[in-house]
């Protein structure tokens, strides 16, 4: 059973930054992606990087400001968020996934339960 466990979220003014941590329980070679969804809105995509780190990808809304990064010695995902806006206020989702990194959310069979951060003006 693979468990995906997110940390990090908080309220943080705007102009700040955050850096949110995905914790993975099950070794394997996972393709490892955050999404966001905020009140009333869709999920949408933000990042996604391949289990080399060779691969990554970044969402327009926050190309030069989030970067996703990983580190397979602690099976963990990151995101770190900077330039922080009212609009990235959402819940953050962590994904794994066994196929290559995409923007699509049907290609993650494996979630965690969301942190929160809200971003105020």
């Known amino acids: 059973q693979v468990q995906l466990v997110e940390s990090g979220g908080a309220l943080v003014q705007a102009g700040g930054s955050l850096r949110l941590s995905c914790t993975w329980t099950?070794?394997?070679?996972?393709?490892m992606a955050w999404f966001r969804q905020a009140l009333g809105k869709e999920r949408e995509f933000v990042a996604a990087?391949?289990?080399?780190?060779?691969?990554?990808m970044h969402a327009d809304s926050v190309k030069g400001r989030f970067t996703i990064s990983r580190d397979n010695n602690k099976y963990t995902v990151y995101l770190q968020m900077n330039s922080l806006k009212p609009e990235d206020t959402a819940v953050y989702y962590c994904?794994?996934?066994?196929?290559?990194?995409?923007?699509?959310?049907?290609?993650?069979?494996?979630w965690g339960q969301g942190t929160r951060v809200t971003v105020s003006s």
């Open positions: 099950t070794f394997n070679r996972f393709t």
């Open positions: 990087i391949s289990w080399s780190g060779g691969t990554t």
């Open positions: 994904a794994a996934s066994l196929t290559r990194p995409t923007y699509h959310s049907d290609n993650y069979p494996y």
